[in-house]
């Protein structure tokens, strides 16, 4: 059993065993960060669904009303006029087939791919790379997509992906410990909101088991479920 240093275990002590409104989650998750940084922010929930099945699979995205202050490097993969258009939206990189050949030499300098529908002949071969990674765009993530400017905007203004896990579970950045409580809150709300509008008609008895907040080191910090089902 590993063993937690002294600062997670002062951190730890100010955490009571029970559940706790949003208000309250959000001013202690900044008192348990011990990083020397501005830490991140993280909601964790527990569904009530069976990701082996097709049927009971959730994903999908929402954009965060204030970020997760973390700004990502965007690669959109295009060709003829729609270069020029991710281009003026903002993309850190653009490119057709010497990008894809780059990645497949190793190249991983970015933290999200767009890429157009004519262009995943070529996109279709990095699978191996970028699925692991979580990279890989999607029709689902409207990473897919000839609208490269919108989806090259949303990224940008915060849009985070969320899809359960083998366990069950949803992981993801909801902002850091320097953001207004307010900020934090509304961020934590869209999110959970998204993942209850993605809940699959074949789901049944109670969707959302738990939800956690924690700081990128720290103790986590149980939420009360029933807050978000209003």
Known sequence: MAKHGKKYL????????????????????????????????????RLGV???????????????????????????????????EAEEAGADYVGGEEVVKKI??????????????DMMRLVGRLGKILGPR??????????????VAKAVKEIKAGKVEFKVDKTGNIHVM??????PDEHLKENIRALVEAVIRAKPPAAK??????????????????????????
């Open 134 to 147: 979580g990279l890989m765009p999607s029709p689902k993530t409207g990473t897919v997509t000839f609208d």
């Open 174 to 179: 909801v902002g850091r410990v320097d953001f």
């Open 50 to 84: 069976d990701p082996k099945k097709a049927d009971q699979m959730v994903r999908g995205t929402v954009v965060l009303p204030h970020g997760t202050g973390k700004t990502k490097r965007v690669l959109v993969i295009a060709s003829g006029e729609k270069v020029k």
């Open 10 to 45: 002062q951190a730890r002590a100010k955490v009571e065993p029970r559940t706790y409104s949003l208000d309250e989650a959000v001013k202690l998750v900044k008192e348990v960060s011990y990083t020397k940084f501005p830490g991140a922010v993280e909601l964790s929930m």
């Open 205 to 230: 008895g109670k969707y959302i088991k738990s939800i956690y907040l924690s700081p990128t080191m720290g103790p986590s910090i149980k939420l009360e479920p029933n807050e978000f089902m209003r």
């Open 104 to 117: 497949q030499e190793g190249w991983l300098d970015f933290d999200a791919v767009v890429a157009t529908p």
